[in-house]
T-cell receptor, first 109, second 115 residues
Framework: GEDVEQSLFLSVREGDSSVINCTYT??????LYWYKQEPGAGLQLLTY?????DMKQDQRLTVLLNKKDKHLSLRIADTQTGDSAIYFC?????????FGTGTRLTIIP | KAGVTQTPRYLIKTRGQQVTLSCSPI?????VSWYQQTPGQGLQFLFE???????NKGNFPGRFSGRQFSNSRSEMNVSTLELGDSALYLC??????????????FGEGSWLTVV
């Protein structure tokens, strides 16, 4: 199947860490991506991880990959109001990307 | 370096009309994909072009078509528009097709409203 699953909502206090989770389906996916979408905008590539890695860090962003469980997570350290958005994970499936439903991240002041 | 450029950004069409959307990929990128985003169905793959050839097509009716030009710019066309075609249409650009494992960048999208 092609279902990539994410929780729909996440609320986090400003300054705390946010952890957004994703379960993907295709163990042969080569790359897994995280995109950010702000209201009225397109998709902004945040980061990606190759399937033979288990962790990638990029400034405030940390991606963890558990290939055995097909679980991907995105941790945003020191969450700010500008991080409010919908976050999509995506896996490569053949020649295309298959996206999760998106997680709406809300920052509580 | 300019990003992925999509035009027009917003448009309103009437049922039964047709529409053409344009996408200019990042300079040097040869692969262009199109996705449809709706509240109900989320992000769904439409088709992918590489070197002017359609390599893959999603599960959409024949009213949805596209092409790619020799300069890698791409257009998609929707004929006989239906209300359900109202969506954000996103174009993605990469050096090679997605399965090759390369970074994929998206444009700001074209918001289509069918009335």
């Amino acid at each position: 199947g092609e279902d990539v699953e994410q929780s729909l909502f996440l609320s986090v206090r400003e300054g705390d860490s946010s952890v957004i989770n994703c379960t993907y389906t295709d163990s042969s996916s080569t790359y897994l991506y995280w995109y950010k979408q702000e209201p009225g905008a397109g998709l902004q590539l945040l980061t990606y991880i190759f399937s033979n890695m288990d962790m990638k860090q990029d400034q405030r962003l940390t991606v963890l990959l558990n290939k055995k469980d097909k679980h991907l997570s995105l941790r945003i350290a020191d969450t700010q109001t500008g991080d409010s958005a919908i976050y999509f994970c995506a896996e490569t499936w053949g020649e295309k990307l298959t996206f999760g439903t998106g997680t709406r991240l809300t920052i509580i002041p | 370096k300019a990003g992925v450029t999509q035009t027009p950004r917003y448009l309103i069409k009437t049922r039964g009309q047709q529409v053409t959307l344009s996408c200019s990929p990042i300079s040097g990128h040869r692969s262009v994909s199109w996705y449809q985003q709706t509240p109900g169905q989320g992000l769904q793959f439409l088709f992918e072009y590489f070197s002017e050839t359609q390599r893959n097509k999603g599960n959409f009716p024949g009213r949805f078509s596209g092409r790619q030009f020799s300069n890698s710019r791409s257009e998609m066309n929707v004929s006989t528009l239906e209300l359900g075609d109202s969506a954000l249409y996103l174009c993605a650009s990469s050096l090679y097709p997605g399965s090759s494992g390369n970074t994929i960048y998206f444009g700001e999208g074209s918001w289509l409203t069918v009335v």
